[in-house]
């Protein structure tokens, strides 16, 4: 039976098992490299047959990917990707104020929880840190939740905008989920000197482990570090994860080599969808490009995956904030990025 592209988006993954190209899912296409990937695969029987080990462990050999002394097994926690954290601080935050449009996960919490601050579209969504504190003031927010760079839009706030937030006391969860594509931007330094910041990260979407399920909080607020802790299973990640933690540092200069290429592709299929009429693509500071369109979104998106299978973002379905004027499209290979544009070409405006 052929599957709508409703159908296919509602099993949220394992598209492996069908003929799809999947420009809706964010990855890195370069990462993990074949050697590590030999590595993994040689183990594999070992690592299955093994428990993962404890938090403590894993935190203390996620510590050793950098080298300052703020990235510590005290103040890291690793997770199953970042979707387990965001669950956990729900029921932590009393309420928080959130930029939208934002990546989903974040909305999900129960709606007495979110002050939404709505962005405008006429200034393509950029936050503006006065107007974001006053709306954390006015609604007597205890967290702000900041996803830098921005998912679905790709834009960028500056670790000075950042520190504004963070001199008002406001416990500020930033989500950097993509900042090694703007790694100048990160704040991760900061948490030596705010205990009222939370980073968030997953290394799913740079690191090319959406399968792997993989990601860390980092934060010097004992209170939180505490309450998140308590709330983990004994065993959060499996030994694959834990042994590709260990692993990472050899190949860590493959990895950046990675991130490079994947921003080469970036610019090549930017400057391809401009070439579109009815697309105004957005400067990206990630792995993906956010396009406006002039005609609809929808329309888009089920001629790509009926005539081409291949799957893109389209609309900004979130709570007050609905368009089908917009489509959000990852970064692949050259190669695969020329068969999108060329779906994109075969539809008349």
């Known amino acids: 039976m052929k599957m709508s592209i409703d159908g296919m988006r509602s099993l949220y993954g394992g598209y492996w098992r069908y003929n799809i190209l999947d420009f809706h899912y964010l990855m890195n296409h370069y990462f993990p490299t074949k050697e590590m990937y030999a590595v993994l695969q040689k183990e594999l029987p070992m690592l299955c047959d093994n428990y993962p080990s404890c938090q403590k462990v894993i935190a203390k050999l996620l510590s050793k990917w950098k080298s300052e002394d703020y990235f510590n097994e005290d103040n890291l926690i690793v997770s199953n990707g970042s979707s387990e954290l965001i669950r956990f601080m729900s029921f932590i935050i009393n309420k928080a104020t959130i930029p939208i449009p934002t990546f989903n996960e974040y909305v999900k919490m129960p709606a007495n ?153 970036k610019k090549y299929l930017f400057k391809k969808l401009k070439e579109i009429d009815y697309l105004e693509p957005f400067e990206s500071h990630s792995n993906f490009i956010f396009c406006k369109t002039t005609i609809s979104a929808r329309r888009i998106a089920e001629h790509l995956f009926d005539k081409h299978r291949i799957m893109i973002k389209d609309g900004l379905n979130q709570k007050n904030l609905k368009s089908d004027f917009y489509i959000r499209i990852g970064i692949k290979t050259k190669s695969d990025n020329d068969k999108l544009i060329s779906g994109l070409k075969g539809i008349i405006s």
Do not use: H, Q
Not at 149 to 172: A, F, M, R, S
Not at 195 to 202: A, E, K
Not at 250 to 257: A, C, G, I, R
């Open 113 to 265: 929880k979110i002050n939404f601050f709505y962005t405008d579209e006429e200034n393509k969504f950029k936050i503006e840190i006065d107007k974001l504190i006053e709306a954390i003031k006015k609604s007597k927010s205890d967290f702000v939740v900041l996803v830098n760079p921005n998912n679905p839009v790709g834009n960028i706030l500056t670790k000075t905008e950042i520190k504004k937030l963070l001199d008002t006391g406001v416990k500020t969860i930033v989500d950097e989920a993509f900042i090694d594509f703007s790694r100048e931007n990160s704040v991760e330094n900061l948490v030596k000197e705010y205990d009222n910041l939370i980073i968030i990260t997953t290394c799913t979407k740079t690191m090319g482990l959406s399968g792997l399920r993989l990601g860390y909080m980092l934060t010097t607020n004992n209170e939180i570090k505490e309450k998140i802790r308590n709330m983990l299973p004994i065993w959060n990640i499996n030994s694959l994860a834990e042994r590709f933690i260990e692993l990472f540092t050899e190949f860590e200069e493959y990895y950046w080599k990675s991130i490079e290429r994947t921003v080469e592709d």
